[in-house]
């Protein structure tokens, strides 16, 4: 993960922390716990090579952690740390945002 050399502002490391395609979109989908399996079954499009590197940059920063259970199979599943679960608000508030615009640009659409 690329982090800026020259952070001039804590948004500045947040964004590069969460930005990508996939890593906000993990974030909304563990608002419960979930097995690997599950989770790339919630996430339409991701495969599991790509999963695994944004979970792995995701709890290097603490946002995501998991849990081991013993016993075979092995079975995993992962969860938002406290710093996670501030971001899911943060992200529930975009997602919110999204779709008041999306619904106006549906709006825009039948007027023409």
């Known amino acids: 993960m690329k982090i800026r050399k020259n952070i001039t502002c ?3 490391l947040t964004h590069d922390v969460i930005k990508g395609k996939w890593k906000p979109v993990i974030i909304w989908n563990l608002k419960e716990n ?5 989770l790339e079954k919630s ?3 991701i495969n599991q090579k790509m999963l695994l590197e944004h979970l792995n940059e ?16 092995l079975k995993v599943e992962y969860y938002l ?5 501030e971001l ?3 992200i529930v508030i975009m ?3 999204g779709t008041n615009i999306q619904t106006e640009l549906e709006d825009q659409k039948q007027l023409y």
């Open 10 to 12: 804590p948004l500045e």
């Open 81 to 85: 740390t406290k710093r996670g679960k």
């Open 43 to 45: 996430i339409n499009g």
């Open 34 to 38: 979930k097995s690997l399996s599950s």
């Open 95 to 97: 997602q919110k945002i």
């Open 88 to 90: 899911l608000n943060a």
């Open 58 to 73: 995701l709890m290097e920063f603490k946002i995501v952690s998991k849990i081991k259970f013993a016993g075979y199979p």
